[in-house]
């Protein structure tokens, strides 16, 4: 699973969705899909993450000319992220709930007190690879989420909410039993 950073959000970097997959097809991984315009790439293919990573980089920057930093989580890792999202934790009118996947340099425990957030209306938990966050939606312009941007740890990190981390889980899970979102055979998802 390839995961884009800053994509597709505003009028800069723009990166289209079937470009990608037939980017990626040309690398030469099996399996390609992708999953909304936010930059989600699911694909198998053999490699250590950080090679694959380093790969992705360079052919995004080659096709779209701008650099994207991509982080790569495995079957594994994106399953057991969501998993850690507590059962109660949404994305609605009422509540707000964030994954923030961790690249390498900030995949730390540690990481969840440098947060910005006010502890008193933010719930937060570390889990291996990610933050992940709630709050009641009527307490946001307390949460200072916003100064989040402004940090130092923001560069390291790609945000999803908690329904496209569990749609992207269940996808991989998908993949991992052979099956493509029609349904058919294929080969696992990285």
Known sequence: MALL???NVGTARKVDMRRLRALFERLGFGGVSTYINSGNVLFS????????????E??????????VAVLVKTRAQMRGIARAIPAGW??????RTDVAYLFEEA??????????????????????????????RKNYSRSRLNKLIGSELYG?????????????????AGAA???????RGSAPAR
């Open 45 to 56: 293919g053999a490699g250590r993450p950080a090679a694959l990573r380093v790969k992705i």
């Open 107 to 136: 995949d730390a425990a540690a990481t969840l007190a440098k947060l910005p957030f006010n502890r008193e209306v933010v719930g937060a938990r570390y889990v291996k690879g990610a933050v992940i966050w709630n709050l009641d």
């Open 58 to 67: 360079a052919a995004i920057k080659a096709e779209f000319w701008f650099e």
């Open 156 to 172: 390291a990190m790609t945000l999803r909410n908690v329904n496209t981390a569990r749609v992207l889980a269940g996808r991989v």
């Open 177 to 183: 039993a052979g099956r493509d979102r029609n349904g």
């Open 5 to 7: 950073r800053g994509v």
């Open 90 to 95: 949404r994305n609605d009118d009422k509540q």
